[in-house]
Nanobody, 125 residues
């Protein structure tokens, strides 16, 4: 069992940057593949970025490649998402998710067993 708490969301102008953080409880954080998802109003939850257990492998949705960087610190039980060149279409609730069964992150939300409650990111035009 792991509990996830996101922070760092907020309101930013187009072209701005934000850093989202996710703090995980428990001693087995390093055994989870971790990911960030987002969900905009009226849309399905979508994969944004993921990182493998050791942080060696990272995966990104095409629309955020070059603008987002996911990283993890297993000593501090945290995973972060650095976002830059933000666009209005990045507006969504961002969720941290943990997959205890895989080494590398998958892009399907059903693979993730544990979820945070989300943090709102709003990008103004």
């Amino acid at each position: 069992q792991v509990q996830l708490v996101e922070s760092g969301g907020g309101l930013v102008q187009t072209g701005g940057s934000l850093r989202l953080s996710c703090a995980a409880s428990g001693r087995t954080f390093s055994t989870y593949a971790m990911a960030w998802f987002r969900q905009a109003p009226g849309k399905e939850r979508e994969f944004v970025a993921g990182t493998s257990r050791a942080g060696v492998t990272t995966v990104y949705q095409d629309s955020v490649k070059g603008r987002c960087t996911i990283s993890r610190d297993n000593a501090k039980n945290t995973v972060s998402l650095q976002m830059s060149s933000l666009k209005p279409e990045d507006t969504a609730v961002y969720y941290c998710a943990a997959d205890p069964d895989r080494v590398v992150p998958l892009q399907s939300a059903i693979s993730y067993e544990f979820w945070g409650q989300g943090t709102q990111v709003t990008v103004s035009p």
